[in-house]
């Protein structure tokens, strides 16, 4: 289980990244381009994946942990219960949004740490 913490260390190690609020709670951005947000709920992360066929793979193979609402219907966004993840998937999913989002160049320069 991850809790805010976890994912506020995990995304603010990607470079160049920075916190803000969006909606009132807080969330994470790289040049300006938000890539993970933490929800209302406070125990859900909200992030971008590479498409609808991609969000729906994730709800498909792993129902306890990603999921969707309507509110994000037709929107490349998953959910992710932080009690379902642990710090390695978190990790993952994280700098794959993180490398969606990111400018190319700064992308291209990226090297994945094992965890």
């Known amino acids: 289980m991850v809790t805010e913490d976890d994912v506020r260390r995990s995304a603010l190690a990607l470079p160049e990244t920075a916190e803000r609020l969006m909606y009132g709670t807080p969330a994470f951005y790289v040049r300006g381009r938000w890539f993970a947000r933490i929800r209302e709920e406070g125990d859900v992360l909200a992030v971008p994946v590479a498409g609808e066929e991609a969000k729906g793979e994730l709800v498909a ?5 990603y999921f969707t609402t309507p ?11 932080f009690g379902a993840l642990d710090p390695a998937e978190l990790t993952e999913l994280l700098t794959d949004a993180w490398l969606l989002r990111a400018p190319g160049r700064l992308a291209a320069g990226f090297e994945r740490r094992s965890p």
Do not use: E, I, S
Request: charged share 10%; no cysteine; hydrophobic share 40%.
């Open 61 to 65: 193979a792993q129902p306890q942990t």
């Open 71 to 81: 509110h994000y219907d037709g929107h490349a966004v998953v959910l992710a219960r």
